[in-house]
């Protein structure tokens, strides 16, 4: 190729215009004023960016700041945002757990804003404990000596395992080196807590014997985990906490319990399957690890209750300040617990609760008037009807107990039942692509949102409005 030949005319791309030229159009006053100059200097020039890569040359300053103000609405997107969780699960782990009540967010609010006597003792005008705000309201509803609380409860068994057991031995069942969601597995976290795993029994069986002969000189600690996420069936044996407690106290070796979720209830006296509660493990063991944000439908915190001497020891060792938790996370939690201490409205205004107690044929009654208003909205040649289905609680509370609820389903147009998968994957993305995205599941050839969680009926539908695919 000859360098000297100028290139022919045709190859010549039209350029768009200079970004001074740019920042100065008319087109750009408003999101100039509403967003400032560097702001939408940065969507300009990722707009161009995107147009030297695309098919057809971008001159035109109209088209520019149209896709100029779309990335503008886009970059101003929180991240992090509300979605309607449609999928059964109701205290999905990936969806943010529990939903919390207006009294946590107000309780939040207020000592975000301004100074807050986080760890101020206001009677003696001096330093105080930031647990205090909680520590009195966990030992009245759980009938522990006294509590602390850390960012979740992997990090609460973290710290009982380090101050207790570093450089010794923790005695579990083998039953109960579980994993839970998100890499949480009890011999990896016994490891980084600097303790040393004895496991004692079987997978399916474990005898009272069985820890009785593994107690010696090395034992730091003896630990019993509530197998959150799974069931074993069969020909089983577990010691019972009553036992376990008794023998640990007989030889002096600390026992604690991670309870997982913590329960502070009766379940079965709101119609749900029983869990045992954080007063019953409390009574058997010297300390109990819970979440704040599973079963007891506050905010992500790890709680540790029991032994007030050991809790004390606790306190101290340098991991607590390490893992410790924001005055947010406080207010939420003792907002949260000062409902429980009125009980007879507690399914009313705890939403977990709420959302765990409603009843089956009030979610089918709920279906049945969302259905016709749904299918108007909708135009996506779906086939939508109502069905039963099964809600877990989710957050490995209770993995073998589901409950009955309604959802809508979306079956797909007869005519793609070829490509069903593919219309049912664009389904799902057109509903998390809304503003306030839903999430459903796609099970047995059908998107399906479980209403059991959908408490906000009107916001859903003016959210469809014109939903088409
Ligand atoms: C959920 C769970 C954990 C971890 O709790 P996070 O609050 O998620 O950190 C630990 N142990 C058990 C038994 C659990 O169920």
């Known amino acids: 190729m000859n360098a000297n030949a100028p290139p022919p005319a045709s190859a010549a791309p039209a350029r768009p215009p200079s ?38 040359a971008l001159v035109d300053p109209i088209a ?37 009540p207006p009294e946590a967010a107000e309780a939040v609010s207020r000592v975000m804003l301004q100074a807050s006597n986080l760890e101020y003792d206001l009677a ?44 010794r031995e ?48 090395e034992t730091g600690l003896v630990m019993k985990v509530h197998q959150s996420n799974y069931e074993i069936r069969g020909f089983t044996a577990e010691v019972e906490e009553a036992a376990l407690g008794k023998l640990c106290r007989e030889r002096a070796i600390p026992f604690a319990v991670d ?11 709101y119609g749900l399957p029983p869990e045992p509660t954080v007063r019953e493990a409390v009574a058997n063991a010297d300390l109990v690890t819970f979440s704040g944000d599973k079963l007891l439908g506050a905010v992500q915190c790890g709680i540790v209750a029991g032994r007030r001497e050991l809790l004390a020891g606790i306190r101290k060792n340098p991991l607590k300040r390490a893992l410790r938790v924001d005055k947010m996370t406080y207010a939420a939690l003792e907002a949260v617990l000062r409902l429980y201490l009125h009980p007879e409205r ?32 909708i135009r996506a040649g779906a086939r939508v009807t109502v069905e039963p289905c099964m809600s877990q609680i989710g957050s490995g509370a209770l993995p073998v107990e589901t409950l009955p609820s309604a959802c809508l389903a979306f079956h797909p147009p007869e005519q793609s039942a070829r490509g069903e998968g593919t219309w049912l994957k664009r389904l799902s993305e057109r509903f998390r692509g809304l503003p306030m995205p839903v999430i459903g599941r796609i099970s047995d050839g059908a998107l399906r949102l479980d ?19």
């Open 19 to 56: 970004v001074e030229r740019l920042l100065a159009a008319p087109e750009a006053a408003a999101s100039l004023t509403a967003h400032g100059r560097s702001a939408v200097l940065h969507a300009i020039r990722s707009v161009l960016a995107d147009g030297r890569t695309g098919r057809e």
């Open 64 to 100: 520019i700041f149209a896709r100029v103000d779309a990335r503008l609405v886009q970059d101003n997107r929180p991240s992090l945002r509300p979605v309607f969780n449609l999928t059964g699960t109701v205290l999905h782990t990936n969806l943010g757990r529990a939903p919390l």
């Open 124 to 167: 003696r005008g001096e330093r105080g404990e930031r647990d205090d705000h909680v520590e009195a309201l966990i030992c009245r509803l759980t009938g522990a000596e006294a509590a602390l609380v850390v960012n979740n409860n992997a990090a609460a068994v973290l710290l009982v395992l380090n101050a207790l057991a570093m450089g």
């Open 170 to 217: 923790t005695i579990v069942s083998r039953g109960e080196l579980v994993e839970i969601g998100g890499s949480f597995r009890v011999p990896d976290v016994m490891m980084r807590a600097g303790s040393r795993l004895r496991e004692v029994g079987t997978t399916n069986r474990t005898h009272l014997r069985d820890y009785a002969e593994a107690i010696g000189p």
């Open 259 to 269: 309870l997982g979720s913590g329960n502070l209830i009766d379940f079965a006296a």
């Open 346 to 377: 507690l399914h009313e205004r705890l939403p977990a609760l709420r959302l765990l107690t409603r009843k089956t044929t009030e979610i089918e009654a709920q279906a049945r008037r969302l259905l016709p208003e749904v299918a108007t909205r």
């Open 451 to 469: 209403l059991r969680t959908l408490e906000d009926e009107a916001g859903f539908l003016a959210q469809i409005d014109g939903f088409a695919l």
